[in-house]
């Protein structure tokens, strides 16, 4: 069986009114595809998403069946797919990422020290980097099916897909980080940022793709928590800040990952993942 679609680390297949998403053990960083993939990285990722998606059950998302051995045929008899898909439903994607942030870390840093602005919005001088904003603040990004996705404004994003869909965009991402946020911190750990994506069924809105899963989310042990650099993470943004050291140009071909980066990443994320299952189960 080949994939209808393949994305930097998912790949698609089209049921006609579904699809089947496979979260495989590739990694990219920078929008660029790396050719060492990192052991158990897909199972994590799904096992992560399926937790929140229980955890918010009350906002509509796109999940028909977790367990491939419910999929349809030829489907269910593959065994690779256990742990790692999920049968969903297809919309229409709005394209736009949806990230709200809660800290000043990552290309929301290097754009303050630049510009002395957030997202295009003027900031108070002084910020030290991972430094606690005064609330989450939404800096959607136009998503690009080739390069780099592309930082907005949110009134340039409220102009394109309509004010009333903008609005309920923003507030439901800022809902489910906010929530997530005040769990986490229960557990000792940071949401520092994350990022949403939506789709359409009809005129209803509902969550789609990954949920606040270590690919598409910035995480923090609160024990090892400053303000003034980036503190130790349990996601991927290992990877970025390895790769920041290397005279690379972050366009392909990427540069070759060692075994103990790949290995760092396995470990990090599966302790991510078991603090997470934790977490979402608790009452």
């Keep these: ?98 990230v709200v942030r809660g800290y000043l870390s990552g290309s929301a840093f290097k754009e303050y020290t630049k510009t002395g602005q957030i997202a295009f919005k003027d900031y108070p001088k002084g910020m030290l980097e991972s430094e606690k904003l005064a609330g989450p603040i939404f800096t959607p990004a136009r998503k690009n099916d080739i390069g780099h996705d592309e930082n907005i404004s949110e009134h340039l994003m409220a102009e394109e897909v ?37 789709g359409l069924i009809g005129d209803e809105v509902i969550l789609i793709d990954e949920l606040l899963t270590p690919d598409s989310s910035r995480y923090w042990e609160a024990s090892t928590y400053k303000t003034g650099i980036s503190p130790p993470s349990l996601d991927k943004q290992i990877l970025r800040n390895y790769l920041e050291t290397l005279d690379w140009d972050k366009n392909p071909p990427p540069p070759p990952l060692s075994k103990e980066i790949q290995l760092e990443l396995k470990r990090k994320y599966e302790i991510l993942e078991e603090i997470i299952i934790q977490c979402t189960s608790r009452k």
Excluded at 26 to 54: M, Q, Y
Excluded at 60 to 87: C, M, Q, V
């Design 1 to 98: 069986m080949k994939p209808s679609y393949v994305g930097k680390v998912r790949d698609v297949f089209d049921l006609g009114d579904s699809l089947i998403l496979v979260s495989t053990d590739r990694i990219s960083a920078f929008d660029v595809v790396f050719d060492e993939t990192i052991p158990n990285k897909g199972k994590v990722l799904n096992h992560v998403s399926i937790a929140w998606f229980e955890f918010f059950s009350s906002i509509a998302n796109h999940i028909i069946e977790t367990d491939y051995r419910k999929f349809p045929e030829p489907f269910r008899s593959d065994s690779y797919l256990e742990g790692r898909s999920i049968l969903v439903k297809k919309c229409k994607r709005i394209d736009y990422e949806c």
């Design 162 to 198: 309509g004010q009333e869909l903008f609005d309920k965009l923003k507030s439901t991402s800022i809902h489910l980080y906010t929530v997530a946020r005040e769990r986490l911190e229960k557990s000792g750990l940071i949401l520092c940022d994350t990022k949403f994506e939506f």
